[in-house]
């Protein structure tokens, strides 16, 4: 390693040796910045498990546009539409065809008190409003009333129901004091930081479980394009047709972007996380800083000497630098997979998608760096007690 | 750049230089510290002149300025009145940049060793060579480990400072300072931290490498001992001179 460092650096690794001389102090360093790190990692980790538990249910819809009522922010807090906008967006040149869904959140009790919260949407059954095969291949059963298809990523539920519902053993349950449901499939979406999981029935089976809904108001009209058709132009057509006083119009992609801006920076939950991101990078900062300045401080003897010997300022700050990016590589690599592990832990516990994308680790590397850059920056002000004439 | 061997000379005054100028130069240097009230003068009016080649020993007591005049020398503070000529380069009003390159072309042995405890032998010696560049470096396995075999290191070339003794150290720190082929070796109280027979034993070692180079060496001590191996005797009182021994 030291000649490695040496042919990098051409010159003897000074900062290298120095950390490796005191080991224990190496390693806590190490085990230092390694927290940091694990902090930054869980914090973006979670962050991006809400980003994309957002973005998976809409990914499943079977639509190029979404309506929702112009009070939306996320697919859980819009009002309802008045049914006549389907029609309204049905007559838009360019438009294939659209539907309502209806949506609302209902408390799956368990056998054993506790309860699963479900997004639960109803869809005409006759449309294809979601684009899983699974959930369309069991859809013309729901045109009979209360059944339902369930998410088999619901949070907390033994997996041992779904397969025996995949194995065609129907599952009953009751869905509040009203009706029981009969679960016939499962689909795949997966809970996020509301709801545990989704469920999915027809829209008359809706009603009736949820009597203070009805047909004429529902919460989206899914919207699909003629072939060929340019999206921006109807999207501008859609927009002019429906009055924007109630109802706003946006792509997908657009609805889902104003979800995940909303949910991350209006709502706790996202600002906390970001906040964490702070704090794990202020953490790593001042340990670093603190074992930096304590190693600029107990070298002052050697690098004043070797100030009278001739080195100039650069070489001192090549040393603290080189010091700071030992700390920063090394104490990266066991932050990553400890992540790593805590990742997949996350996962097994909580459904959430939290999985490390393959930029992540280059992105928190590089801010480790300039983390670890910046501390051995303000600790090299301690440089400036190096003075050779106090060796005499 | 390896810039050892520039020289940036002052134009000389009216006096005629001398073919080869020695190697330290010193014209009316008078030194303060302190500011305002608390000003104290440490040196008056010092002249001297050092030729190439001797061991010049700096006597006198604690605070009679001797440090003063070898930190002022040594390119470590900044003159402040009269002039200093080092190598022929002067001192008075030079830049950092200057001094840095002028401490490059002298050996500096410390009271404490000074050694850097992470460095092997071998390493801390090559600190005196690094300074000087890439070119310095190539052979730089050879001139440690020959330097430190002169100085009876031969079989502790990779031991750490932590575990040799007292004097194998003051050893290294000599070779650290020899390696470069200083001009000028200054050197203080450099056998303190030794007994007495190793303190003259590691003071002979260092004459002996000196003149076989042709090193000026400029050294503060108290020990008798060493005095006898002195081509000049400088005695300092109060910040002047008093007694100057050939």
Same mark, same amino acid.
């Given at each position: 390693? *030291?000649?490695?460092?040496?042919?990098?650096?051409?010159?003897?690794?000074?900062?290298?040796?120095?950390?490796?001389?005191?080991?224990?102090?190496?390693?806590?360093?190490?085990?230092?910045?390694?927290?940091?790190?694990?902090?930054?990692?869980?914090?973006?980790?979670?962050?991006?498990?809400?980003?994309?538990?957002?973005?998976?249910?809409?990914?499943?819809?079977?639509?190029?546009?979404?309506?929702?009522?112009?009070?939306?922010?996320?697919?859980?807090?819009?009002?309802?539409?008045?049914?006549?906008?389907?029609?309204?967006?049905?007559?838009?040149?360019?438009?294939?065809?659209?539907?309502?869904?209806?949506?609302?959140?209902?408390?799956?009790?368990?056998?054993?008190?506790?309860?699963?919260?479900?997004?639960?949407?109803?869809?005409?059954?006759?449309?294809?409003?979601?684009? =899983?095969?699974?959930?369309?291949?069991?859809?013309?059963?729901?045109?009979?009333?209360?059944?339902?298809?369930?998410?088999?990523?619901?949070?907390?539920?033994?997996?041992?129901?779904?397969?025996?519902?995949?194995?065609?053993?129907?599952?009953?349950? &009751?869905?509040? +004091?009203?009706?029981?449901?009969?679960?016939?499939?499962?689909? &795949?979406?997966?809970?996020?930081?509301?709801?545990?999981?989704?469920?999915?029935?027809?829209?008359?089976?809706?009603?009736?479980?949820?009597?203070?809904?009805?047909?004429?108001?529902?919460?989206?009209?899914?919207?699909?394009?003629?072939?060929?058709?340019?999206?921006?132009?109807?999207?501008?057509?859609?927009?002019?047709?429906?009055?924007? =006083?109630?109802?706003?119009?946006?792509?997908?992609?657009?609805?889902?972007?104003?979800?995940?801006?909303?949910?991350?920076?209006?709502?706790?939950?996202?600002?906390?996380?970001?906040?964490?991101? /702070?704090?794990?990078?202020?953490?790593?900062?001042?340990?670093?800083?603190?074992?930096?300045?304590?190693?600029?401080?107990?070298?002052?003897?050697?690098?004043?000497?070797?100030?009278?010997?001739?080195?100039?300022?650069?070489?001192?700050?090549?040393?603290?630098?080189?010091?700071?990016?030992?700390?920063?590589?090394?104490?990266?690599?066991?932050?990553?997979?400890?992540?790593?592990?805590?990742?997949?832990?996350?996962?097994?516990?909580?459904?959430?998608?939290?999985?490390?994308?393959? &930029?992540?680790?280059?992105?928190?590397?590089?801010?480790?760096?300039?983390?670890?850059?910046? +501390?051995?920056?303000?600790?090299?002000?301690?440089?400036?007690?190096?003075?050779?004439?106090?060796?005499? | 750049?390896?810039?050892?061997?520039? *020289?940036?000379?002052?134009?000389?005054?009216?006096?005629?230089?001398?073919?080869?100028?020695?190697?330290?130069?010193? &014209?009316?240097?008078?030194? #303060?510290?302190?500011?305002?009230?608390?000003?104290?003068?440490?040196?008056?009016?010092?002249?001297?002149?050092?030729?190439?080649?001797?061991?010049?020993?700096?006597?006198?007591? =604690?605070?009679?300025?001797?440090? *003063?005049?070898?930190?002022?020398?040594?390119?470590?503070?900044?003159?402040?009145?009269?002039?200093?000529?080092?190598?022929?380069?002067?001192?008075?009003?030079?830049?950092?940049?200057?001094?840095?390159?002028?401490?490059?072309?002298?050996?500096?042995?410390?009271?404490?060793?000074?050694?850097?405890? =992470?460095?092997?032998?071998?390493?801390?010696?090559?600190?005196?060579?690094? /300074?000087?560049?890439?070119?310095?470096?190539?052979? #730089?396995?050879?001139?440690?480990?020959?330097?430190?075999?002169?100085?009876?290191?031969?079989?502790?070339?990779?031991?750490?400072?932590?575990?040799?003794?007292?004097?194998?150290?003051?050893?290294?720190?000599?070779?650290?300072?020899?390696?470069?082929?200083?001009?000028?070796?200054?050197?203080?109280?450099?056998?303190?931290?030794?007994?007495?027979?190793?303190?003259?034993?590691?003071?002979?070692?260092?004459?002996?490498?000196?003149?076989?180079?042709?090193?000026?060496?400029?050294?503060?001590?108290?020990?008798?001992?060493?005095?006898?191996?002195?081509?000049?005797?400088?005695?300092?009182?109060?910040?002047?001179?008093?007694?100057?021994?050939?």
């Amino acid at each position: 390693m *030291t000649a490695l460092l040496s042919r990098l650096f051409g010159r003897l690794p000074i900062g290298w040796l120095q950390l490796i001389h005191n080991r224990a102090r190496f390693a806590a360093a190490l085990a230092g910045v390694a927290f940091a790190n694990i902090l930054i990692f869980m914090q973006l980790g979670f962050l991006g498990g809400l980003i994309e538990s957002i973005r998976l249910p809409y990914a499943q819809m079977n639509a190029d546009i979404l309506i929702q009522a112009s009070d939306a922010n996320t697919l859980a807090d819009g009002s309802p539409l008045p049914r006549q906008r389907l029609y309204q967006a049905l007559a838009v040149p360019g438009v294939a065809g659209a539907t309502a869904v209806y949506y609302k959140r209902l408390d799956w009790k368990q056998p054993d008190g506790t309860v699963r919260n479900l997004d639960v949407f109803g869809i005409d059954p006759s449309a294809v409003a979601f684009k =899983s095969d699974e959930i369309n291949r069991t859809r013309p059963q729901l045109q009979l009333l209360d059944r339902a298809i369930l998410d088999r990523r619901t949070r907390n539920v033994p997996k041992e129901l779904f397969a025996a519902i995949d194995a065609g053993e129907p599952y009953e349950f &009751e869905a509040n +004091s009203l009706r029981r449901l009969t679960v016939i499939g499962t689909f &795949e979406i997966g809970g996020g930081f509301s709801a545990d999981g989704h469920l999915i029935v027809s829209d008359q089976t809706f009603f009736r479980i949820f009597k203070d809904s009805v047909p004429g108001a529902p919460n989206y009209i899914f919207v699909t394009l003629k072939p060929g058709a340019d999206r921006q132009s109807v999207l501008a057509a859609l927009r002019g047709a429906l009055p924007a =006083s109630d109802t706003a119009v946006r792509t997908i992609a657009e609805a889902v972007a104003k979800d995940q801006a909303f949910q991350t920076t209006q709502k706790p939950v996202g600002i906390v996380f970001g906040f964490g991101v /702070v704090i794990g990078v202020l953490v790593g900062i001042i340990i670093v800083y603190q074992v930096l300045s304590t190693d600029v401080a107990d070298h002052i003897r050697e690098y004043a000497t070797f100030k009278a010997i001739g080195y100039n300022q650069s070489f001192f700050l090549g040393v603290v630098f080189e010091e700071a990016l030992i700390l920063a590589i090394f104490g990266f690599i066991p932050g990553m997979i400890a992540a790593l592990g805590i990742y997949a832990a996350v996962v097994n516990v909580t459904g959430l998608p939290v999985y490390m994308p393959l &930029e992540r680790p280059f992105y928190v590397l590089i801010g480790t760096i300039f983390m670890c850059t910046l +501390s051995g920056a303000i600790a090299t002000r301690r440089l400036a007690r190096a003075n050779p004439a106090d060796l005499f | 750049m390896d810039g050892s061997q520039t *020289t940036l000379e002052r134009p000389k005054q009216a006096q005629p230089a001398p073919h080869v100028e020695s190697p330290i130069v010193i &014209e009316g240097l008078n030194h #303060w510290f302190g500011e305002g009230d608390a000003k104290k003068q440490a040196l008056y009016d010092i002249n001297l002149t050092i030729a190439r080649g001797q061991l010049v020993i700096l006597m006198g007591a =604690s605070g009679s300025g001797k440090t *003063t005049l070898l930190t002022l020398i040594g390119c470590l503070r900044q003159v402040q009145e009269g002039s200093a000529r080092l190598l022929r380069n002067e001192l008075f009003e030079a830049p950092e940049s200057l001094l840095v390159e002028c401490r490059r072309r002298l050996g500096f042995i410390f009271q404490a060793h000074n050694l850097h405890e =992470s460095l092997t032998a071998m390493q801390n010696v090559r600190m005196g060579l690094e /300074v000087h560049g890439t070119d310095a470096m190539r052979q #730089w396995k050879e001139a440690a480990a020959h330097l430190l075999t002169l100085l009876g290191l031969g079989d502790r070339l990779n031991y750490l400072p932590g575990n040799l003794s007292g004097g194998q150290k003051q050893r290294v720190a000599i070779a650290r300072a020899l390696v470069g082929n200083p001009d000028i070796i200054f050197a203080d109280e450099p056998t303190a931290a030794l007994d007495k027979d190793s303190g003259y034993e590691v003071v002979a070692l260092l004459k002996r490498l000196a003149a076989a180079r042709n090193t000026t060496t400029l050294m503060v001590t108290h020990d008798n001992r060493i005095l006898e191996m002195a081509d000049r005797i400088i005695t300092m009182e109060d910040g002047r001179i008093v007694k100057d021994e050939v």
